[in-house]
């Protein structure tokens, strides 16, 4: 069994900051790539950053200059540091990680239980 675990959402103003956290546990042979998704009341569930194992990051265009992740491959955690928060960075984000659970697996995909990031005065 795999499990994420999302911490760091909250509210906060227009301009200010927040460092969202997923930690995955569990059976894991290897964590290929971690991603941050946002979903928005009545939109689609969208790509906000990703980071593979080697270091390659890919940025929604909305985020790029504002959101950063980052690995601790050791631990099996992915952080987002978001600064510059604006109104329609508003949704709940999940962590998601496509991992290997056995040396003779395929990826397969898991995701996080979400967490709440709402900006607003």
């Known amino acids: 069994q795999v499990q994420l675990v999302e911490s760091g959402g909250g509210l906060v103003q227009p301009g200010g900051s927040l460092r969202l956290s997923c930690a995955a546990s569990?059976?894991?042979?290897?964590?290929?790539?971690m991603a941050w998704y946002r979903q928005a009341p009545g939109k689609q569930r969208e790509l906000v950053a990703a980071?593979?194992?080697?270091?390659?990051?890919n940025y929604a265009d909305s985020v790029k200059g504002r959101f950063t992740i980052s690995r601790d491959n050791a631990k099996n955690t992915v952080y987002l540091q978001m600064n510059s928060l604006k109104p329609d960075d508003t949704a709940v984000y999940y962590c998601?990680?496509?991992?290997?659970?056995?040396?003779?697996?395929?990826?397969?995909?898991?995701w996080g239980q979400g967490t709440q990031v709402t900006v607003s005065l």
């Open positions: 998601n990680a496509r991992l290997v659970r056995n040396w003779n697996d395929r990826p397969d995909d898991y």
């Open positions: 569990g059976t894991i042979f290897r964590i290929n790539a």
């Open positions: 980071k593979t194992r080697g270091g390659s990051t």
